[in-house]
T-cell receptor, first 113, second 112 residues
Framework: NAGVMQNPRHLVRRRGQEARLRCSPM?????VYWYRQLPEEGLKFMVY????????ESGMPKERFSAEFPKEGPSILRIQQVVRGDSAAYFC???????????FGSGTQLSVL | GNSVTQMEGPVTLSEEAFLTINCTYT??????LFWYVQYPGEGLQLLLK???ADDKGSNKGFEATYRKETTSFHLEKGSVQVSDSAVYFC???????????WGAGTKLIIKP
């Protein structure tokens, strides 16, 4: 049973471009969570999704950021018009049910030039 | 607001040395406390946890005791190995199981 898969591992974008980060949860998991870790800081919760629904987006920046988890395929975190301050490690986690143990991916390191 | 502070890294030790990674928290009440580990190229995984004061979490030779008097949850291991090289994250429970309050992580390097 493969773990949570995130890709790409490293993503480089120039200011103003779009970044798309993908997360495939563990098999059988329908709950996905995204976190951001800025340099020298701890992980910060961004958004919690269940298949086709956003359950909690209280940690998402109001502009330029969006997330989806379609019926088929991976969850996508999309950042439009990236700025240097978006440079961070983005982690995804999944769980079979809400409240159960989280399984984390290895993260995507986004660098904005 | 709630916060978690852990010692800065990298921490470099020789094999078989004693390890302590400090972690302190500020919180309303007494939240559950966690240590996660991220080995190179892998996802974060739960190493151990403690749910109430004076509880001791342990796993793979690592231990941490929940001390409410000092609001601390220091990670210890008596004899580290090269395979323990990883980034260690301390965290406290937040409003939900997915909204943990995280420390910044401590990179541990063990030299043979």
């Amino acid at each position: 049973n493969a773990g949570v898969m995130q890709n790409p591992r490293h993503l480089v974008r120039r200011r103003g471009q779009e970044a798309r980060l993908r997360c495939s949860p563990m098999k059988g998991h329908s709950h996905v969570y995204w976190y951001r870790q800025l340099p020298e800081e701890g992980l910060k919760f961004m958004v919690y999704l269940q298949k086709e629904n956003i359950i909690d987006e209280s940690g998402m920046p109001k502009e330029r950021f969006s997330a989806e988890f379609p019926k088929e395929g991976p969850s996508i975190l999309r950042i439009q018009q990236v700025v240097r301050g978006d440079s961070a490690a983005y982690f995804c986690a999944s769980s079979p049910l809400v409240g159960e143990k989280l399984f984390f991916g290895s993260g995507t390191q986004l660098s904005v030039l | 607001g709630n916060s978690v502070t852990q010692m800065e890294g990298p921490v470099t030790l020789s094999e078989e040395a004693f390890l302590t990674i400090n972690c302190t928290y500020t919180a309303t009440g007494y939240p559950s406390l966690f240590w996660y580990v991220q080995y190179p190229g892998e996802g974060l995984q739960l190493l151990l946890k403690a749910t109430k004061a004076d509880d001791k979490g342990s796993n793979k030779g690592f231990e941490a005791t929940y001390r409410k008097e000092t609001t601390s949850f220091h990670l210890e291991k008596g004899s580290v190995q090269v395979s323990d090289s990883a980034v260690y994250f301390c965290a406290a429970a937040g409003d939900s199981n997915y909204q943990l309050i995280w420390g910044a992580g401590t990179k541990l390097i063990i030299k043979p």
